[in-house]
Antibody, heavy 112, light 112 residues
Framework: QVQLKESGPGLVQPSQTLSLTCTVS????????VHWVRQHSGKSLEWMGR???????SYNSAFTSRLSISRDTSKSQVFLKMNSLQTEDTGTYYC??????WGQGVMVTVSS | DIVMTQAPLSVSVTPGESASISCRSS???????????VYWYLQKPGKSPQLLIY???NLASGVPDRFSGSGSETDFTLKISRVEAEDVGIYYC?????????FGAGTKLELK
């Protein structure tokens, strides 16, 4: 059974770095891509980037150089790091396998 | 970026009736490989998005065949036959042709 679960701090201070973890089960990270998608409250979906099965990464240029996605295949985990957080980064962050199977999401609030 | 425009923003449907949601892309989503990279998702209240249709007209696993997708290179339709209470939520179209992947603003389906 394919499962993805996001974890991370619910509250981050402005200008700080957000670190999220997507822990997967039921499939191998070396066989499938994992994407990160953000959703502001009551708004649509915003694709952030992906970790390809071969370890390569692709990013939405809207996040310029703030975003980094990495992985640890031995732990079946994909990581998202985004720096210089602002209040507009508040939202729910999802990881998704091939944008087909989605995690439950983790809500992140950027506030002092 | 490819802009995905959905219509209507909301629709109210009597259970048992049909509903159609339109989506238009600002650029052709037809790849040279013959695949049209438009996807449809349903986000039920308080839940993660779930894939309904992939590559314009393919039904995702476990999705009732009351759902169907069709379209051309830039104009797409999601049809729901015999709407049920469990179909309530927000429907999103998305393009997975090119980076950044983008989504429509969503169409909220409610029951009369």
């Amino acid at each position: 059974q394919v499962q993805l679960k996001e974890s991370g701090p619910g509250l981050v201070q402005p200008s700080q770095t957000l670190s999220l973890t997507c822990t997967v089960s039921g499939f191998s990270l070396t066989s499938y891509s994992v994407h990160w998608v953000r959703q502001h409250s009551g708004k649509s979906l915003e694709w952030m980037g992906r970790m390809w099965s071969d370890g390569d990464t692709s990013y939405n240029s809207a996040f310029t150089s703030r975003l980094s996605i990495s992985r640890d295949t031995s732990k079946s985990q994909v990581f998202l790091k985004m720096n210089s957080l602002q209040t507009e980064d508040t939202g729910t962050y999802y990881c998704a396998r091939n944008l087909k199977d989605w995690g439950q999401g983790v809500m992140v609030t950027v506030s002092s | 970026d490819i802009v995905m425009t959905q219509a209507p923003l909301s629709v109210s449907v009597t259970p048992g009736e049909s509903a159609s949601i339109s989506c238009r892309s600002s650029k052709s989503l037809l790849h040279s490989n013959g695949i049209t990279y438009v996807y449809w998702y349903l986000q039920k209240p308080g839940k993660s998005p779930q894939l309904l249709i992939y590559r314009m007209s393919n039904l995702a696993s476990g999705v009732p065949d009351r759902f169907s997708g069709s379209g051309s290179e830039t104009d797409f339709t999601l049809k729901i036959s015999r709407v049920e209470a469990e179909d309530v939520g927000i429907y999103y179209c998305g393009q997975l042709l090119e980076n950044p992947y983008t989504f429509g603003a969503g169409t909220k389906l409610e029951l009369k």
